[in-house]
């Protein structure tokens, strides 16, 4: 299972960390992702991150945001800087494992607003 947190409301400019926790160990994950969903819109790939390598961020984020993770704690997180009110969304934490089982978390939301 997995656990979001750290969202909130944040003026225009401003950062926020998000945090996923996970049940157990989050080593043997195969792909991370972070997701959003804004109002109105279906749901999309903010970050993916493959046990293989390769990070793939949206271009709308690139250069803004940042996944991270601390084995120690099983936690994985998403560092959001510079927000614009476009970032508004509820966001998603995923973990897919090896045999294709995919969790997710429950969402938190970020609200980008002056």
């Known amino acids: 299972q997995l656990q979001a947190s750290g969202g909130g409301l944040v003026q225009p400019g401003g950062s926020l960390r998000l945090s996923c926790a996970a049940s157990?160990?989050?080593?043997?994950?195969?792909?991370m992702s972070w997701y959003r969903q804004a109002p109105g819109k279906q749901r999309e790939l903010v970050v993916a991150?493959?046990?293989?390598?390769?990070?793939i961020y949206a271009n709308s984020v690139k250069g803004r945001f940042t996944i991270s993770r601390d084995n120690a704690k099983n936690t994985m997180y998403l560092q959001m800087n510079s927000l614009k009110p476009e970032d508004t969304a509820v966001y998603f934490c995923s973990v897919r494992w090896p045999g294709g089982r995919t969790d997710w978390g429950q969402g938190t939301l970020v609200t980008v607003s002056s």
């Open positions: 991150w493959p046990s293989s390598g390769g990070l």
């Open positions: 157990g160990s989050i080593l043997s994950f195969t792909i």
